[in-house]
């Protein structure tokens, strides 16, 4: 079954730090991975998208990378700002652009 | 900025009632979709249009829901008769399909409470 789970579920950290997320998916076949970011009361923003020859790509100070041997990704953030407090959503193609299969999303807040 | 508008905002209507959503993708976007999203289920895909001709309703009730694109800047979404269990956040996304790896460019919801 297709299947993407991501982790933790939510995350508490202070402005300023790093944190990274996770994402592990069993998607066969494989066409692409994608981050979105969901601010509260707002539909999802798309921060990256990588391919199978993509093991890292950068938004600013978003980094994801992709293991497609393990089938893993990780989001990871850099100097975390309040406006960061979001869900963070991966989100695996199954070879076609709507067929997407979507992760419930890391709750990831951010204290000052 | 070109965005996804949907209107409206926020419904509350009784149960039997008739909900129709509306969709403006962002002009020049060919593909079209429709998600529904609870805390329970996360984004479920409901509907899905190329070119304006529906390609995927499957994950519609058919018996009360249906998605139309009258035309190439409208997409609407109806829910008749409505029911308490159809209460949810409503997006509608659209993308430029000039590959198979476009990004989805998301409205910000209709948000739908039947009572």
């Known amino acids: 079954k297709n299947q993407v789970e991501q982790s933790p579920q939510s995350l508490i950290i202070l402005e300023g730090k790093n944190c990274t997320l996770q994402c592990n998916y069993t998607v066969s076949p494989f066409s692409n991975l994608r981050w979105y970011k969901q601010d509260t009361g707002r539909g999802p923003v798309s921060l990256t998208i990588?391919?199978?020859s993509e093991n890292t790509k950068s938004n600013g100070r978003y980094t994801a990378t992709l293991d497609a041997d393990t089938k893993q990704s990780s989001l990871h953030i850099t100097a975390s700002q309040l406006s960061d407090s979001a869900s963070y959503i991966c989100?695996?193609?199954?070879?076609?652009?709507?067929?997407?299969?979507w992760g419930a999303g890391t709750k990831l807040i951010i204290k000052p | 900025d070109a965005r996804v508008t949907q209107t409206p905002r926020d419904k509350v209507t009784e149960m039997g009632q008739e909900v129709t959503m509306r969709c403006q993708p962002i002009?020049?976007?060919?593909?079209v979709f429709w998600y529904r999203q609870t805390m329970m289920q996360g984004l479920e895909l409901l509907a899905y249009?190329?070119?304006?001709?529906?390609?995927?309703d499957s994950g519609m009730p058919k018996d009360r829901f249906s998605a139309e694109m009258p035309d190439a800047t409208l997409a609407t979404l109806k829910i008749q008769p409505s029911e308490p269990r159809d209460s949810a956040v409503y997006f509608c996304a659209s993308a430029a399909q000039r590959s198979r790896i476009s990004p989805l460019h998301f409205g910000n919801g209709t948000r739908l409470t039947v009572t």
């Open positions: 002009l020049g976007h060919n593909t």
């Open positions: 989100v695996v193609s199954a070879n076609s652009n709507y067929q997407l299969i």
């Open positions: 990588m391919t199978f």
């Open positions: 249009f190329r070119n304006r001709a529906p390609l995927d």
